[in-house]
């Protein structure tokens, strides 16, 4: 299992390579947005136990729940961009880290529906804040870039879940970090 997902990476690094071997400020903007959930331990923490979560959960929940944290991170993008204000951005996000993580350590099983919709509260304020922190990128190519990282990261949580298998005691303690990790974080 483990050499095919060495094989894999290996693939699609080689397939993207050339992707970057001309960059225009079109890619510059794609490249921040891709590079912007990967700058931040508070969302990289999230993501990553947001595709865990889903995997202990299982069945439809490992595409459901991702796909809610995805669609409704878009819609806080766009409220963000558009003017909106939305208070407590950042303490929601650091709440995000600790819930999540305290989701998958303490292996919470909730039906499809109501886990997509506790991660969608989450994935709003994440989605606001890679609004607010765009810094001049293209709305669209920052979007795309920061859409495919978070898919990224959730298919990482999701392999991490599924590799693990059998072994629930190991994931619930990175759950356990991960939340440990959101109360570093607000302390910092």
Not at 101 to 122: H, I
Request: glycine fraction near 12%; hydrophobic fraction near 60%; charged fraction near 5%.
């Amino acid at each position: 299992m483990l050499k095919r997902i060495s094989i894999t990476a290996a693939i699609l690094a080689a397939a993207v390579a050339p992707a970057f071997a001309h960059i225009s400020s079109e890619h510059l903007s794609a490249m921040t947005g891709l590079e912007h959930p990967l700058s931040g331990a508070d969302h990289i923490l999230a993501m990553v136990a947001v595709g865990l979560w889903a995997s202990m959960i299982g069945g439809r929940a490992r595409l459901i729940v991702p796909a809610a944290f995805v669609s409704t991170m878009a819609l806080g993008f766009l409220l963000s961009i558009s003017g909106v204000a939305l208070p407590f951005v950042e303490p929601a996000i650091l709440a995000s880290v600790i819930g999540l993580g305290l989701l998958v350590a303490m292996a919470v099983k909730m039906p499809t529906a109501a886990s997509a919709a506790v991660v969608a509260v989450f994935a709003l304020f994440h989605g606001f804040a890679h609004g607010t922190e765009m810094h001049g990128a293209g709305a669209l190519p920052f979007a795309a870039g920061f859409i495919a990282s978070t898919i990224a990261l959730h298919a990482a949580g999701i392999g991490l879940g599924t590799l693990l298998g059998r072994y629930q005691t190991v994931a619930r303690l990175l759950g356990g970090a991960t939340a440990i990790g959101g109360i570093a974080l607000m302390m910092a």
